[in-house]
């Protein structure tokens, strides 16, 4: 498996945003990797549907379909990806990298390719929290956090509902993006990006100024 720099992974999002190509772009947090790989027991194991979702995304081996894990996991997560695709990986925090490192590159990226582009956002957040980073005709999906595990079929057929409004779906629920990303990519045409927890980070970095 090879993984790919903080660097080289903003330059290949912005590859995907600047081209005309559908494409995704999904992050992969420890969570869902061990939820793929059936490590996670008890209470705290998701459903079967839910973990075959995330693995249908880490084994799609389409070009267009680019899958990010953080960097900085154990040997041991890393091996559990490889045993389910041993490809290339891109770096799931490289907008936390920028946030907490270059902060004016962040809101560069962001007013560049979302704050002037309508789309529809997935978020476990409330609209008015993270509207101001999208563009004013952009439509919002909030995913209820304390059963998301059961939501994926729901959510994408609301997705599906807006598909012909919209080019690019935007993704900001960590670990149920994962689940869903495949979903939406096999039911609509449109393209989808995943930003993590960045948007959370930046909101948090921005009071702390």
């Known amino acids: 498996m090879k993984t790919v720099s903080e660097k080289q992974t903003i330059i290949k999002a912005t590859s995907l ?3 005309k190509d559908r494409f995704c772009f999904v992050t992969y947090t420890r969570s869902a990797i061990f939820s793929a790989s059936g490590e996670v027991r008890g209470d705290k194991k998701p459903p079967k549907h839910f ?3 995330i693995v249908s995304g880490l084994t799609n081996n ?12 154990s040997g041991l997560t890393a091996s559990k ?12 925090n490289y907008l936390d990298y920028y946030i907490n ?3 004016d ?5 962001m007013n560049r390719y979302f704050k002037e582009q309508d789309a529809l956002v997935i978020s476990f957040q409330n609209q008015s929290l993270i509207s101001r980073n999208f563009g004013d005709n952009s439509s919002y999906i909030q995913v209820p956090y304390n059963d998301f595990y059961d939501k994926v079929d729901s959510i994408t057929a609301q997705v599906s509902e807006f598909s012909t409004g919209y080019s690019l779906c935007i993704l900001d629920c960590p670990m149920f993006s994962s ?8 039911k609509t045409n449109m393209s989808i990006m995943d930003l993590g927890k960045s948007l959370t980070l930046a909101r948090s970095f921005h009071k702390a100024k």
């Open 62 to 73: 389409n070009k267009n379909f680019v899958k990010a894990i953080p960097l900085e996991l």
């Open 81 to 92: 990806v490889r045993e389910i695709n041993d490809e290339i990986f891109y770096d799931a």
């Open 105 to 109: 590159v962040y809101k560069i990226f």
């Open 101 to 103: 490192n270059s902060y």
């Open 51 to 53: 973990a075959r979702s």
């Open 179 to 186: 689940a869903i990303a495949p979903k939406i990519w096999e």
């Open 17 to 19: 945003l600047e081209s």
